[in-house]
């Protein structure tokens, strides 16, 4: 079983700049891709981004290409999303996520363990 804790949710203001960390503690990263979602209620669960187990390939959702970019730390078994140019339309939880792959995925369906979610705010 992998418990991954994301953290460093927060109200920002447009524009500004925001990392999210997520620490799989006591897990191989390079075993795993790595994901993050989000997420606002009444609405499913969007794909962010995903990063391959060696963190060479990253794969951006069309929303957030260009202002947002993740990257992992092996030795600390740990992904970042770090947000800028931040938006209104950004706000909700966000949610980091691995499989037992380490091929990128888009797919809610295909992460095996979840954090708990971050809530990030961007007030315009």
């Known amino acids: 079983q992998v418990q991954l804790v994301d953290s460093g949710g927060e109200l920002v203001q447009a524009g500004d700049l925001l990392r999210l960390s997520c620490i799989a503690p006591?897990?191989?990263?390079?075993?795993?891709?790595m994901a993050w979602f989000r997420q606002t209620p009444g609405k499913k669960r969007e794909f962010v981004v995903s990063?391959?187990?060696?963190?060479?390939?990253?794969d951006y959702s069309e929303a957030v290409k260009g202002r947002f970019t993740a990257y992992r730390d092996a030795d600390k078994n740990t992904a970042y999303l770090r947000m800028s140019g931040l938006k209104p339309e950004d706000t909700a939880v966000y949610y980091c996520?691995?499989?037992?792959?380490?091929?990128?995925?888009?797919?809610?369906?295909?992460?095996?363990?979840w954090g708990q979610g971050t809530q990030v705010t961007v007030s315009s």
């Open positions: 006591g897990r191989t990263a390079s075993a795993y891709a």
């Open positions: 996520a691995a499989r037992r792959y380490v091929t990128t995925s888009r797919s809610v369906a295909e992460y095996d363990y």
């Open positions: 990063i391959g187990g060696s963190g060479g390939s990253v």
